[in-house]
């Protein structure tokens, strides 16, 4: 086993074995409805941002803006969970993404591009507790099934995968001619429906020890596993959104239909969930440094298919193993973090990881439609590489102590 650590001792209060089960289960299910929010936004947020925006140059801002409200909202979020418990979190969460699909919906009847955009931070403000429900899942759990419970409940974004894409198409031309008006509204129904089904989650307590934080959080932060983690989330999450964010747009300047440009977002999100079924197994077995290792040369390859051509089956080919390597890098990311705190340090241990990945995700947002509109589809996959190559010199570098430790002869 090489994802627990001598960190994990005496974790206060194991839940139930039914209650384990219950949670990942009503995590999951809300993980794939939860899903359907930031899928609707990444298939539609720059077309309607190309109609609403004064210029094209800001056509994925509303998406860029998705992502600085997961970055600004992580921290009030584990707040919240740490003082109230992450039911209040969840319910705040779920509230967030039910405004923002009716303010979406408002924003494209009266051709408001600012009040989009003040849709689409309400819905990074949904997505940042979202995220939090991998790490619920492992609340409460020994640490040796940790892993295995956070990739099921991510495993949950394969029906995200099914159910945003076709929601989109099923409903984007309901409400002539306000394209997508209506699709926005099923979105806030949506999430709605979530809220219900985490009413039933139950954690543990939060602890005096909890609220009171444990270790300094620079001195958690600056051990080495901990930087290389969060190097290789935010590279891994990074690429992902700045390629996923430019491809539905790049697509329909390709001549590509929208409806093209929803299935290639369909399989994309079904392969960045599905291997979750079996991807906490191989960190168990392989380690979650080989499994995002792995995850980060998946990414690499997915912009080679890119620079290939731009073919629909280029564009599908290329955000299918964007899918996978974002799920093995993610992943393996995400349980590397886990090793990296005591219990009472959870909280501000993760919020920390999650605010770091998806600041710099934004950046990477934010570039991408100027890339984009100014030098085209192929500068946007080159660029991609760089992060990639970081991240794998930061976990090679990690893998190379452990070495050294394991054999220090």
């Known amino acids: 086993m090489t994802n627990s650590s001598s960190l994990d001792i005496a974790s206060p209060g194991l839940l139930p074995e039914a209650v384990q089960r219950g949670n990942i289960w009503r995590l999951a299910l809300a993980q794939a409805l939860a899903g359907a929010n930031s899928v609707v936004i990444y298939a539609t947020g720059a077309i309607v941002g190309n109609v609403l925006a004064p210029s094209s140059m800001l056509a994925t801002l509303p998406v860029s803006i998705f992502v600085v409200g997961m970055a600004a909202c992580i921290f009030p979020v584990g707040a919240i969970a740490r003082r109230r418990g992450r039911r209040a979190a969840f319910l705040t969460g779920t509230a967030a993404g039910v405004a923002a699909g009716v303010l979406a919906m408002l924003a494209v009847v009266s051709s408001s591009f600012w009040l989009f955009c003040l849709a689409t931070f309400l819905g990074g403000a949904y997505a940042a507790v979202v995220l939090s429900f991998r790490f619920a899942a492992a609340d409460g759990v020994s640490p040796e099934r940790r892993a295995r419970a956070l990739s099921l409940v991510m495993g949950g974004g394969v029906a995200a995968g099914v159910v945003g894409p076709q929601l989109v198409t ?48 620079a001195r958690i932060a600056s051990q080495p596993r901990f930087v290389a983690a969060v190097i290789c989330g935010a590279a891994s999450y990074m690429v992902m959104n700045f390629l996923m964010t430019a491809a539905p747009l790049a697509m329909r300047l390709c001549g590509h239909a929208q409806t093209s440009a929803n299935w290639g977002l369909q399989w994309h999100v079904i392969a ?58 993610f992943l393996g990311a995400s349980a590397l973090v886990l090793e990296c705190h005591r219990p009472e340090e959870k909280m501000r241990v993760q919020s920390l990881n999650d605010f770091i990945v998806f600041g710099l995700m934004a950046i990477g947002s934010f570039s991408s439609g100027g890339l984009l509109a100014g030098y085209g589809w192929n500068a946007v996959l080159r660029v991609s590489f760089v992060p990639v190559a970081l991240a794998v010199v930061a976990l090679g570098i990690i893998a190379c102590q452990r070495r050294r430790t394991a054999d220090p002869g």
């Open 170 to 217: 099923w409903s984007m031309d309901w409400w002539p001619p306000h394209a997508f008006a209506a699709t926005f509204l099923v979105q806030a129904a949506v999430a709605a429906v979530s809220a219900v089904l985490l009413l039933g989650v139950q954690s543990p307590k939060p602890s005096a020890d909890a609220a009171a934080g444990g270790r300094p959080l």
């Open 272 to 329: 960045m969930y599905g291997p979750s079924f079996f991807t906490g197994n191989l960190i168990s077995r392989f380690g979650a440094v080989r499994v995002a290792v792995t995850g980060l040369f998946l990414t690499a390859a997915s912009a080679v298919v890119g620079l290939a051509g731009v073919d629909v089956t280029n564009f599908w080919g290329m955000l299918v193993l964007l899918g996978l390597g974002w799920n093995f890098g």
